[in-house]
């Protein structure tokens, strides 16, 4: 059982090793590694490496480790890792304090497990670090909330946070509803277009149309003669609709009255404005009631 151990330990370091050098080549870090110069590098370059990916997670990673106290590095490493939710996977007999020492100490056991992590959710950890920022609370003593102005303010800064969620959820349903800004502008755009082909249609229609002798008193011909055939249609929807109601409202009347009353005309003959030859020539001129339709 250990020789079995010993023989699949260096198998699964190596797909590891493979799957982090395949992941650091390509974007967003762009790095040259291969297997050999990767696992050939320095504790302080691995580290440094590590401090990389947690700065592309994070931007207040971005740190030069050089210029930093290994203790300060420790700390901030590991509240950054307690805020993505990392759960180092310690063997037996070990504790949380031999996992900080490996990591600052840049241990291959250690630091391939966190690196493989960090690199199969890359964008899911960017956003719980983003969402952290505003969602981590500030740990204030219960002694000091005792005071009025201080438990003010932190209920201010509670409701604040609640808004952030409120705000951030309309924000993803808003992306995940299919609205695009760039569609949105192309529709716009190809509207705007259609109306400066009508707008053009119209002026050459109006062009063409102004030549024809007794344009104006033909075009106000054209515009009575519609007003009427609009009215008369409104007469006779509501002659329609009124002996309908009459006759569901009582079957005793006669059918003759109705018969009568739908026999009377609604225009005398020479009431139509115009007269035959205005609706000739009108209807003969489609153009012409275009153009007098839109003035």
């Not at 030069?64 to 307690?82: C, G, H, K, S």
């Not at 493989?116 to 909330?145: C, G, I, M, N, T």
């Not at 053009?200 to 009427?228: F, G, H, N, S, W």
Request: proline share 3%; with cysteine.
């Amino acid at each position: 059982f250990v020789f079995f151990l010993e023989s699949i330990t260096p198998s699964i370091m190596s797909q590891q090793l493979k799957f982090i050098v395949e992941k650091l080549n390509a974007v967003p870090f762009r790095r040259n590694f291969n297997l050999i110069s990767f696992d050939s590098l320095e504790p302080f370059a691995l580290l440094q490496v590590v401090n990389d990916v947690l700065a592309e997670i994070g931007h207040q990673n971005k740190v030069d480790l050089r210029e930093e106290a290994p203790e300060q590095t420790a700390i901030r490493m590991l509240n950054f890792l307690r805020v993505l939710g990392y759960k180092p996977n310690v063997e037996t007999g070990s504790t949380i304090a031999s996992f900080r020492n490996g990591l600052v100490q840049a241990e291959k056991q250690v630091v391939y497990p966190l690196l493989q992590w960090l690199l199969e959710r890359l964008s899911e950890l960017k956003k719980r670090a983003y969402l952290a920022k505003f969602l981590v609370k500030v740990d204030v003593p219960p002694e000091h909330l005792q005071d009025e102005q201080v438990a003010e303010v932190y209920q201010g800064y509670e409701d604040l946070m609640d808004q952030f969620k409120e705000l951030h959820k309309t924000s993803n349903q808003l992306k995940s509803s299919g609205f695009s800004t760039a569609e949105i502008r192309k529709d716009i755009g190809n509207m705007e277009d259609e109306r400066e082909q009508l707008t053009k249609r119209v002026e050459r229609l109006k062009k063409r149309t102004e030549a024809i002798p007794d344009y104006v008193q033909m075009l106000a011909a054209c515009q009575e003669l519609r007003t009427e055939r609009e009215r008369e249609t409104r007469i006779a929807e509501m002659k329609r609709e009124q002996s309908f109601k009459a006759r569901t409202r009582s079957e005793g009347v006669s059918g003759g009255d109705f018969a009568g009353a739908e026999s009377v005309s609604l225009f005398d003959g020479d009431e139509r404005v115009g007269g035959g030859e205005a609706e000739a020539r009108c209807d003969g001129n489609e153009e012409l009631r275009a153009v007098g339709g839109r003035r």
